[in-house]
Antibody
Framework: QVHLQESGPGLVKPSETLSLTCTVSGGAISAGDYYWSWIRQSPGKGLEWIGYVYPTGSTDYNPSLKSRISISIDTSKNQFSLRLTSLTAADTAVYYC???????????WGQGTMVTVSS | DIQMTQSPSTLSASVGDRVTITCRASQSISTWLAWYQQKPGKAPKLLIHKASVLQSGVPSRFSGSGSGTEFTLTISSLQPDDFATYYCQQYSIDWWTFGPGTNVDFK
């Protein structure tokens, strides 16, 4: 079955850029009608959808984060990635990658990776 | 954006109890609503989508209902594995939002 795994740094300094990658195994990232998404969870804000990328490369982002986000996809590596710039302590959270099985909900999630923004 | 609220925020129950959680949307979302279960240190797990459709592999004691702005998740007979936090999520428009969660704990 399809499995998602996040990777990236656990500690990032304020004002720097966070880069996370989600590796998809057990199925082709370009197969099916799936929206590959990033979601984060912090104690203060609960679960927050960050954005998605479609296999064609089209994206959509949470308006509250749009100016700082970039999500890309590499179908040859079966991966998609998140870049979040100008980090502050408020970006400290567990970051999940997830698959949205269009037109329905997020049916597969990665285990999550904890990111702490601190100097 | 569509705001999601849940009630109660915490629910204390015993094994065998019938449990109901309510989720409300700030505007109509038809039946574009999902329910997730999350246990500490784990990712959320999809239980129900399209307001009432049980995800494959999820026990039949879970059920969902509602449309428009008011929805419910019911656990017909609470089992030890069901003590967790439950979230609703709307996917009506292209800015998907989650409820704040309901923690189901031991009475």
């Amino acid at each position: 079955q399809v499995h998602l795994q996040e990777s990236g740094p656990g500690l990032v300094k304020p004002s720097e850029t966070l880069s996370l990658t989600c590796t998809v195994s057990g199925g082709a990232i370009s197969a099916g009608d799936y929206y590959w998404s990033w979601i984060r969870q912090s104690p203060g804000k609960g679960l927050e959808w960050i954005g998605y990328v479609y296999p064609t490369g089209s994206t959509d982002y949470n308006p509250s984060l749009k100016s700082r986000i970039s999500i890309s996809i590499d179908t040859s590596k079966n991966q998609f990635s998140l870049r979040l710039t100008s980090l502050t302590a408020a970006d400290t959270a567990v970051y999940y990658c997830a698959r949205r099985n269009y037109p329905d909900a997020f049916d597969i999630w990665g285990q999550g990776t904890m990111v702490t923004v601190s100097s | 954006d569509i705001q999601m609220t849940q009630s109660p925020s915490t629910l204390s129950a015993s094994v065998g109890d019938r449990v109901t959680i309510t989720c409300r949307a700030s505007q109509s979302i038809s039946t574009w609503l999902a329910w997730y279960q999350q246990k500490p240190g784990k990712a959320p797990k999809l239980l129900i989508h399209k307001a009432s459709v049980l995800q494959s592999g999820v026990p039949s004691r879970f059920s969902g209902s509602g449309s428009g702005t008011e929805f419910t998740l019911t656990i017909s007979s609470l089992q030890p594995d069901d003590f967790a936090t439950y979230y609703c999520q709307q996917y009506s428009i292209d800015w998907w939002t989650f409820g704040p969660g309901t923690n189901v704990d031991f009475k």
